[in-house]
């Protein structure tokens, strides 16, 4: 037995009980994700809110990843600043809590965002999305605290396999109930918004009744502000123990800004570039879902067998392929009607797309969650991923903008091709992570500290 596992505590498993209220608030807020983000909401800003004004929907595309990119600058500068205050005060649910609350207030206020109204729905999604981003990393910060390293891969896993489970529920009845995201059905469609928010505020409640509050808060000697700040700077001075921890944060980098251009564009792409019918959006979104949370779950076990980097890099190359073949639907489709006869439209081929970037979403925001969390001492465990959600809105603010200033030149088709070179970058930066030497790093720091 080495000195460190003397010295340090094991993580014992939390209760299922527990362990299925974390997840249930990935089951929650993937509402917002998918209805606000991703399906419904972007789309009908897009087209109908800001519509085309000439220049194939390029304004109303820069506007859209404009209101992102701001929400996601706000949270890299306040994401650590809270992250320091939440591990010194064991105040995690509190600061949860509260940006629940924002979400689903903000998010029910988006039914006020009538065609024209571009600078209100502006400002709703700015906010709406910083309180969802802040509490993403707020749920990610009890990840360590549910279970040893062996098994935080299944952990994570499961919580965003349930996740894509509950998105499935809330934009199935979406589709099926207040239908397309056109000017002529604006009426029923607007309803969007106050179901995404009642869904979030509904499902979250066993999180906030099961999730226990761990550590023991420290006495305020002096202005929340100044603690945060002084933990953040120490912080990043210690880095230097945690250099695996660092190092991934860059390549996570990369490879989030590749993801949230996904997630922002991916129904505007089918949209704008495919064309597809509804019936096909419909059916992408099923099986994005499906896959999304088979990729989670079926990586989440895989990762503790082989690791949870092998598995986020693997994760990185079929995100890569799920580009290319994104970018060269509407080619492809041409070339297989032409060399074999067929009378395929591009919409069709997208739906073979959509299960790879399925697979590649799930499985890829999983392992790095998982990551991190094996990179995290317990005590430091809400900081750290505070920057973690400083690295995913980061590269959200640069992904986005640079995806948004790309189409106002290119178009849209092309400056996807930005998302593989993206993620390319990231895997170069991953190979110098060494999953064991960041371990290591984190029960050193446990050992000399305490829990």
Request: charged share 15%.
């Amino acid at each position: 037995m080495s000195p460190l596992t003397s010295v340090t505590p094991p993580r014992t498993r939390a209760s299922r009980k527990e362990i299925l209220g974390w997840a249930m608030f990935d089951f929650a807020n993937q509402a917002y994700t998918l209805l606000i983000i991703t399906v419904v909401f972007g789309e009908l800003f897009t087209t109908v809110i800001v519509g085309d004004r000439g220049d194939g929907y390029r304004l109303a595309n820069f506007l859209w990843s404009l209101a992102l990119a701001v929400s996601y600058l706000l949270v890299v500068v306040t994401g650590p600043l809270c992250g320091a205050v939440m591990d010194y005060q064991a105040s995690k649910k509190r600061f949860l809590f509260a940006s629940y609350l924002a979400t689903v207030a903000t998010t029910a206020m988006l039914y006020f965002v009538a065609p024209g109204y571009v600078v209100l729905g502006l400002l709703l999604i700015v906010v709406s999305n910083y309180a969802y981003s802040m509490g993403e990393s707020f749920i990610a910060a009890f990840l360590p605290d549910l279970g040893p390293p062996e098994d935080l891969g299944k952990i994570s896993g499961f919580g965003w396999a349930l996740g894509y489970v509950g998105g499935l529920f809330a934009a199935g009845f979406t589709l099926m109930v207040l239908g397309e995201a056109t000017a002529e059905n604006f009426e029923r469609i607007r309803w969007v918004g106050p179901f995404a928010a009642g869904f979030f505020l509904v499902s979250a409640i066993p999180t906030f009744l099961w999730v226990k509050e761990r550590g023991t808060p420290q006495p305020a000697g002096k202005p929340y502000r100044e603690i945060a700040i002084e933990r953040v700077s120490t912080t990043l001075h210690e880095l230097r123990r945690f250099r695996d921890l660092a190092t991934f944060l860059v390549s996570l980098l990369f490879s989030m800004a590749g993801v949230y251009i996904i997630i922002a564009f991916a129904f505007i792409y089918g949209a704008q570039v495919i064309g597809w019918d509804a019936s096909i959006r419909n059916l992408m979104f099923i099986i994005v879902q499906i896959t999304a949370a088979a990729g989670a779950l079926g990586f989440g076990f895989l990762q503790d067998r082989i690791g949870t980097k092998v598995t986020y890099l693997f994760t990185l190359g079929l995100w890569v392929a799920a580009i290319l073949a994104i970018w060269a639907t509407p080619e492809v489709t041409a070339f297989l009607n032409v060399r074999f006869a067929l009378d395929w439209e591009a919409q069709h081929l997208f739906l073979f797309v959509g299960c790879l970037a399925g697979l590649s979403l799930g499985s890829s925001q999983s392992a790095s969650r998982a990551l991190v969390g094996l990179f995290s001492p317990t005590r430091k465990a809400a900081e750290f991923f505070g920057f973690w959600g400083l690295a995913n809105k980061l590269a959200g603010v640069f992904g986005i903008v640079a995806l948004g200033l790309l189409q106002t030149v290119v178009g849209l088709q092309a400056s996807i091709l930005l998302c593989a070179a993206l993620f390319i970058v990231a895997i170069l930066i991953c190979l110098g992570v060494d999953q064991a030497r960041g371990q290591r790093a984190a029960a050193e720091w446990e050992a000399r500290n305490g829990r």
